[in-house]
């Protein structure tokens, strides 16, 4: 299928799926990404190529694969790729891809035991959120809850931070903080904060066990409230004059511990 300048339905779904404008259909950029796509076996509803990159051999059997997986094919121009891209510089192909499911029903059923969650809450920056996602994939978690006050695990930037991750990693989307921690204490998960200012060590707190790891904004960190609300709050250790971690990188550290001791105690 061809798009022209006469028939730009498509282009202008794209664009709304880009802006957030419909909930329930992700926007996918890039080759790297439609490959996770495709290995994760994301439900394919679009697929947009440049017509530069669809005469590449290397891009031809994902190509071809995305063709059979989707019910629409389109080849545009670099220009009008350019009109939808959500980079400076468009990398040659847009996919439209059913939301996974991020409903707590769903999130709930998914869950292995002992789970080790991440509940990210008031993280709006959704590079931050991406890439904790990514860590929690690789480091063994079992699931990410994102709260009402953090970005969208599913926007295009968080994703491109994921590469993929999202597509794999139980998502819950959009409880309260206080509905969170609800949900963690009925199935009797342990919820630990991350706070900078806490006396407890992270390596030092049991993590074999059912856990949920909290992580607020770097900004200024989840509030008084809020870590007396978990079970017990955690530190990183840091040298020099460093006041903190990246977000995501604390969510290593800490995440990494607990797949080290479960390890430990297999």
């Given at each position: 299928?061809?798009?022209?300048?006469?028939?730009?339905?498509?282009?202008?779904?794209?664009?709304a799926?880009?802006?957030?404008k419909?909930?329930?259909l992700?926007?996918?950029?890039g080759?790297r990404?439609?490959?996770?796509?495709?290995?994760s076996q994301?439900?394919i509803?679009?697929?947009?190529v440049?017509?530069?990159?669809?005469?590449?051999?290397?891009?031809?059997?994902?190509?071809s694969?995305?063709?059979r997986?989707?019910?629409?094919?389109?080849?545009?121009?670099?220009r009008?790729?350019?009109?939808?891209?959500?980079?400076?510089?468009?990398?040659?192909i847009?996919l439209?891809?059913?939301?996974?499911?991020?409903?707590?029903?769903?999130?709930?059923a998914?869950q292995?035991?002992?789970?080790?969650?991440?509940?990210?809450?008031r993280?709006?920056n959704?590079?931050?959120?991406?890439a904790?996602?990514?860590?929690?994939e690789a480091?063994?978690?079992?699931?990410?809850v994102a709260?009402?006050?953090?970005?969208?695990p599913?926007?295009?930037?968080?994703?491109?931070?994921?590469?993929?991750?999202?597509?794999?990693?139980?998502?819950?989307l959009?409880?309260?903080?206080?509905?969170?921690l609800?949900w963690?204490?009925?199935?009797?998960?342990?919820?630990?904060?991350a706070?900078?200012?806490?006396?407890?060590?992270?390596n030092?707190?049991?993590?074999q066990?059912?856990?949920?790891l909290?992580?607020?904004p770097?900004?200024?960190?989840l509030?008084?409230?809020?870590?007396t609300?978990?079970?017990?709050?955690?530190g990183?250790?840091?040298?020099?004059?460093?006041?903190?971690l990246?977000?995501a990188v604390?969510?290593?550290?800490?995440l990494?511990?607990?797949?080290r001791?479960r390890?430990?105690?297999?």
């Amino acid at each position: 299928m061809h798009i022209t300048s006469r028939d730009n339905s498509l282009l202008r779904q794209a664009r709304a799926v880009r802006d957030g404008k419909i909930h329930e259909l992700i926007y996918v950029e890039g080759l790297r990404l439609a490959e996770e796509a495709v290995r994760s076996q994301l439900k394919i509803e679009a697929v947009i190529v440049s017509e530069q990159l669809a005469q590449k051999e290397k891009a031809a059997a994902l190509i071809s694969e995305l063709g059979r997986a989707s019910e629409t094919l389109a080849s545009v121009s670099e220009r009008l790729l350019e009109s939808i891209s959500y980079t400076k510089t468009p990398q040659g192909i847009v996919l439209l891809a059913s939301r996974p499911q991020t409903s707590q029903q769903h999130f709930a059923a998914t869950q292995s035991a002992p789970a080790l969650i991440v509940i990210m809450h008031r993280i709006n920056n959704p590079v931050n959120v991406g890439a904790i996602l990514r860590t929690a994939e690789a480091a063994g978690a079992t699931g990410a809850v994102a709260t009402q006050t953090t970005s969208d695990p599913l926007s295009p930037k968080s994703l491109r931070g994921a590469m993929g991750s999202a597509f794999r990693l139980p998502v819950w989307l959009g409880p309260t903080y206080e509905e969170a921690l609800l949900w963690c204490g009925e199935r009797g998960i342990k919820t630990i904060c991350a706070d900078v200012h806490a006396s407890n060590v992270y390596n030092e707190v049991d993590w074999q066990g059912p856990s949920a790891l909290i992580l607020g904004p770097e900004s200024e960190g989840l509030s008084g409230a809020e870590i007396t609300s978990a079970d017990i709050a955690v530190g990183i250790p840091m040298q020099g004059m460093a006041e903190s971690l990246n977000v995501a990188v604390a969510a290593g550290v800490v995440l990494y511990e607990a797949a080290r001791q479960r390890a430990a105690g297999n």
